[in-house]
């Protein structure tokens, strides 16, 4: 049983200024109503689930006062018996009840042909940077490695393509240039920011980049649906703490790492592509399964 609530939109209306009554409001309203239902009964909701877009942290706030962050969705205990697909969950739980599901990207296809013609086209691309980061520093968060990453990408020179979301012209919002950045590298950053998560992964994959990670929540403790387990085919650890205490150098990690296995790596990105992408909802892949197909299918045996 899929539940049209949009619990992403009704949130993202009341994170800031308003108390925890107002942002409980409508999650209290729909553990009533949904459990009201017939359909209800049969499995105590265990076969229902929704669809959250925004991440786990927004709705887990585990007291009532209105200086703590979100809302309590996921601390009711009717949503505990319900599944929900999220774009970044709690990856500690024991039990696995939010699942995540990638970020949208840039490219919906409308037919299969669309993704094979896009996937041959990324392996011809040549490869004119080393590595790239496409963000923003972030001075006034302690924990953050950005500013060590965009240090040491700068003193690479021409092997490191640097693209800084906060300055002047912001070029980050136009997906064809960000596309364009990632297609020419090898390796993408993709550190941690306000989260683990990061939107920037799924488009560097996208642009037939291998994803460069600094903590293990980023990625591939998350997206268990979604990514395959061996997860050091598709792309490359760098622990944070190694950056932090500056006893690693990115480019010399990166540029060690043979052509062949590069190739191999690539090949593995490109071929993750389908998984990772959204299909034009008007239309259906035909051999491939894509995001959304996957993610019923992991609600679906959730259920079974």
């Not at 205990?77 to 970044?88: A, Q």
């Not at 500013?147 to 092997?159: A, H, V, Y």
């Not at 296995?261 to 892949?285: C, D, F, K, Q």
């Amino acid at each position: 049983m899929y539940v049209p609530f949009y619990a992403g939109l009704d949130i993202g209306r009341y994170l800031w200024g308003f108390n925890t009554s107002i942002r409980d409001s409508a999650p209290i309203e729909l553990a009533k109503w949904v459990s009201e239902k017939p359909e209800w009964k049969s499995m105590g909701g265990r076969d229902h689930f929704f669809v959250a877009g925004r991440v786990t942290w927004d709705f887990r706030r585990q007291t009532d006062n209105d200086s703590d962050w979100g809302n309590k969705l996921m601390s009711l205990p009717k949503s505990k018996n319900m599944t929900i697909l999220i774009i970044e969950s709690y990856s500690q739980a024991k039990t696995y009840r939010d699942f995540a599901i990638p970020y949208t990207t840039y490219f919906y296809p409308s037919n299969d042909d669309e993704v094979f013609q896009w996937r041959n086209k990324l392996r011809k691309m040549k490869k004119q940077y080393l590595f790239s980061f496409t963000g923003v520093p972030r001075p006034n968060n302690e924990d953050s490695i950005r500013s060590q990453i965009i240090n040491q990408c700068l003193d690479s020179g021409k092997k490191c393509k640097f693209l800084n979301c906060a300055s002047g012209e912001n070029k980050c919002d136009n997906p064809t240039y960000v596309i364009e950045i990632f297609q020419r590298s090898k390796f993408c950053l993709q550190p941690s920011g306000d989260t683990f998560t990061r939107r920037s992964t799924f488009d560097s994959i996208l642009a037939g980049c291998i994803p460069v990670f600094f903590d293990s929540r980023s990625a591939y403790e998350q997206y268990i649906w979604h990514l395959p387990k061996n997860y050091s085919k598709y792309f490359v650890f760098i622990p944070e703490d190694e950056v932090k205490d500056e006893r690693v150098n990115i480019e010399k990690t990166l540029s060690q790492i043979s052509e062949k296995e590069v190739a191999t790596m690539r090949e593995e990105v490109v071929r993750l592509i389908p998984r990772i992408i959204y299909a034009n909802p008007m239309s259906r892949l035909e051999t491939l399964e894509d995001a959304f197909d996957i993610a019923i299918g992991g609600a679906l045996d959730r259920v079974e």
